[in-house]
């Protein structure tokens, strides 16, 4: 699931913007202040960050400055709020680090917009219908699997673990971001069900003699389409 984090202090905004991103099935952190956004990345990997440029304490524009100067977050998408609309602070929210910019009071949809075009240039298959990877097909739409050809019958949680893989692919996911991915930080899952579901997963795309495209990485997790 497309992580998205909101830092914004503005207890209504910070609201509105949640519930239409949780509408879109994103996953939707909110964030009060920088400082309590920088905990939250540290914890978790987001695909998108909106920043408002105003902030109690440090503000947008250094927090994103910050992040450009660290490893794990200077490729981060960034889309700033402002309510300054100049020329001149626009700029300067760009040559600081944000790909992109919203000027307050905004449009819900033209915002929405945006942050799909971003992510489509960031990381294009996390939106898209159709995933796939060697002969595994995906359609997000149908809620169908096909491999080599062939229709895969999957239940609700592997088709939603299935998707969760093809959209991080190559990326070692340890069994809590696996939780937190499919079922949600909120659940209350234990590790061996994990294990039980990625098995069934396993088991229903085995066809003869495909390749299980499935990693079990001791002490980390699984990892998926890395060989």
């Not at 060697?134 to 895969?152: E, K, N, P, T, Y």
């Not at 939780?179 to 209350?188: M, N, P, T």
């Not at 495909?210 to 890395?226: C, E, K, L, S």
Request: overall charge negative.
């Amino acid at each position: 699931m497309t992580a998205i984090i909101v830092v914004e202090d503005d207890a209504a905004i910070a609201e509105l913007l949640r519930y239409n991103l949780a509408a879109e099935r994103f996953d939707v952190s909110v964030a009060g202040t920088a400082e309590d956004a920088q905990i939250l990345v540290e914890e978790q990997n987001y695909d998108l960050m909106i920043l408002d440029w105003m902030l109690p304490g440090m503000s947008g524009i250094e927090f994103c400055r910050r992040m450009r100067q660290r490893q794990k977050t200077k490729a981060l998408p960034v889309l700033m709020l402002t309510a300054r609309s100049e020329e001149s602070d626009s700029v300067r929210g760009l040559t600081t680090g944000a790909d992109d910019y919203v000027v307050k009071p905004f449009s819900v949809a033209e915002l929405m917009a945006r942050v799909k075009a971003l992510l489509r240039r960031s990381a294009p298959d996390r939106i898209a219908d159709v995933l796939a990877y060697d002969d595994i097909v995906l359609d997000r739409a149908a809620h169908s699997v096909m491999r080599a050809g062939a229709d895969i019958r999957l239940g609700p949680t592997e088709f939603k673990l299935l998707l969760f893989f093809l959209e991080n692919r190559g990326r070692v996911q340890s069994r809590q971001q696996l939780i937190d991915g499919v079922w949600g930080r909120d659940s209350v899952i234990d590790e061996r069900t994990i294990d039980v579901h990625v098995g069934r997963l396993r088991k229903a795309l085995s066809l003869g003699e495909t390749a299980d495209p499935i990693r079990t990485v001791r002490g980390g997790g699984y990892v998926f389409g890395q060989r």
